[in-house]
C-alpha cells in the first residue's frame, strides 16, 4: 500500500468511526442524556452549569439547556443559582441521577470488559498506543498551522500597521 494510499484508508476510516461516535448520537434523547449524565458524574461536587456541558458534549447552548430540561423533568438533576455570579446556574446529580449515573458507568465498563474479550489486551494496546502517537502527531502540525498562522497574521498587522 503506498502512502497515498494509506493516507486515503485513514481518512475512510477515521470518518467512519467519527460518524459513529458518542456526540453523533446527541440526536437520540436517550443517548445525549446518557452523556450529559457521564459528564455530570464526573464532575460530582464540582460547580458545573450549562456552559459547561454544552462545552464537554460539543453541542450548542441549546441543545444543552434541552437535555438539561429532560434531565429536570425525570429528576435526574437540580439547579442552584450560582453564589459567585447570579447569570450562571450550577447543575447537580439528585440521588436519582447518580444512582443512574452510576448504572450507565457499570454497564460502560461491562462494555469495554466485553471489547478486550473480544479484540485482545495485547490488541488494544497496541490500539490506545497508537492512538495517542497520531493525537500527538495532529497537536504538532495544528502547533505548527498556528504558529505559522500566527506568523502571518502578525506579519500582516504590522505591515498594515506601517502603512499608515
Excluded at 18 to 39: R, S, Y
Excluded at 60 to 72: D, G, I, Q, T
Excluded at 140 to 152: M, R, T, W, Y
Aim: with cysteine; glycine share 6%.
Amino acid at each position: 500500500m503506498t502512502k497515498e494510499e494509506t493516507a486515503a484508508a485513514l481518512l475512510q476510516e477515521w470518518n467512519e468511526l467519527h460518524q459513529n461516535q458518542m456526540f453523533q448520537n446527541l440526536a437520540v434523547p436517550e443517548q445525549g442524556i446518557q452523556l450529559a449524565l457521564d459528564f455530570l458524574g464526573e464532575r460530582a461536587g464540582e460547580e458545573t452549569s450549562s456552559g459547561d456541558l454544552a462545552r464537554a458534549l460539543r453541542v450548542s447552548s441549546a441543545r444543552a439547556a434541552a437535555l438539561l430540561n429532560k434531565l429536570e423533568d425525570r429528576g435526574l438533576i437540580t439547579r442552584e443559582p450560582c453564589p459567585e455570579d447570579g447569570r450562571k446556574t450550577n447543575i447537580r446529580l439528585t440521588p436519582k441521577g447518580e444512582e443512574a449515573e452510576a448504572r450507565i458507568h457499570a454497564q460502560v465498563q461491562k462494555w469495554m470488559e466485553q471489547l478486550v474479550e473480544d479484540v485482545g489486551a495485547d490488541n488494544l494496546r497496541m490500539y490506545l498506543k497508537l492512538s495517542e502517537m497520531i493525537k500527538e502527531s495532529v497537536r504538532q502540525h495544528l502547533q505548527q498551522q498556528d504558529s505559522a498562522d500566527g506568523a502571518e497574521i502578525r506579519s500582516n498587522y504590522l505591515t498594515k500597521s506601517l502603512e499608515v
